[in-house]
């Protein structure tokens, strides 16, 4: 029987991949959501009755819940929840401004647990399906211009680790997708940026920031290999779900580094730690 997917974010960037693939599947039916349906045309070439566009900000939690019903209605339920709507914010963490940080976490933190909320219910009585988080490397490894979406992400990381502990026992498998840069619009229209004031102090945003700016276009990662391996991960690979999925050789790269050196702090110092509790 086809499996249905419900994925935020679909007018662009891995959204858009992994939607064109799922439409092309017959083992599928797809719910393909975005905050303005006309940038989902794309699909209509492969739509023999399985697919289902809907509008969805996923700050709006009507929007929420409107999408959430009518995927149930047309297709009976929801296997996999592909949370992948998101955007960034360059900046110091000096300047970084509330009302851009604001609306990132509302995007990128509430708006996914807000959508994940709305689907538990539905795959905690079936008890089965599959809950996709897009976080990112920079969600196991802070990068300098990036402080405030890397916080998002650690958030992410720090929901989706501790909810798939919770949801286990009920068949319910989260995945999350930890990307390092591919060639999508998120550093460019998907970006709020802020230019920092003090380029003599800040030397390192401002290298980071023009280096992403450089890179636009030829970042290394494909986000077609991307929607590739998630699909793939899902459909073949159920059995051994990874709550971890990093993809990109410099996610590879920058998570291993941190990690490593979070161990080392941790080795270099546990006796004292052990210290610190009653004796
Ligand atoms: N590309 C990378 O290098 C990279 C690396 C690691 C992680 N990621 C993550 O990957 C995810 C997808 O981004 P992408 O790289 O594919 O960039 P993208 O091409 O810019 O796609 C971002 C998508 O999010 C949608 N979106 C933004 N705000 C939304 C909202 N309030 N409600 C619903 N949809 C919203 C955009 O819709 P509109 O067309 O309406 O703006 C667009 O479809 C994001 O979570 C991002 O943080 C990206």
Request: net charge negative; hydrophobic share 40%.
């Amino acid at each position: 029987m086809a499996k249905t997917w419900l994925v935020t974010g679909t007018s662009s960037g891995f959204g858009k991949e992994l939607a064109t693939l799922l439409a092309k599947s017959p083992e599928v039916n797809l719910v393909a959501t975005a905050r303005r349906t006309e940038k989902l045309d794309y699909l209509d070439q492969y739509d023999h009755g399985q697919i289902l566009k809907l509008k969805l900000d996923t700050t709006d939690d009507d929007d929420i819940q409107n999408a959430v019903n009518e995927a149930v209605k047309k297709f009976g339920t929801i296997d996999v929840l592909d949370n992948n709507a998101g955007l960034g914010y360059f900046s110091t963490f000096e300047e970084a401004q509330d009302v851009d940080v604001k609306h990132m976490f509302d995007v990128n933190v509430f708006g996914l647990a807000h959508m994940t909320q709305a689907v538990l219910p539905i795959m905690r009585k079936q008890k089965s399906g599959v809950i996709i988080g897009l976080s990112s490397v920079c969600g196991l490894a802070g990068v300098p211009s990036l402080s405030f979406y890397c916080a998002t992400k650690f958030a992410v990381e720090g929901m989706y680790q501790t909810l798939s502990a919770e949801v286990a026992e009920d068949g319910i498998k989260v995945m999350l997708v930890e990307p390092s840069a591919f060639r999508t619009d998120w550093s460019g229209r998907s970006s709020n940026k802020t230019n920092t004031a003090y380029p003599d102090d800040y030397k390192l945003v401002k290298e980071s920031m023009e280096a992403t700016e450089k890179g636009q276009g030829k970042e290394a990662g494909d986000p077609k290999k991307a929607a590739k391996a998630i699909y793939e991960q899902v459909t073949d690979n159920f059995d051994h779900l990874p709550l971890h999925l990093p993809l990109g050789a410099a996610a590879v790269q920058g998570a291993t580094a941190n990690l490593k050196s979070i161990l080392s702090d941790i080795d270099k110092y546990s006796d004292l730690a052990k210290d610190a509790d009653f004796k």
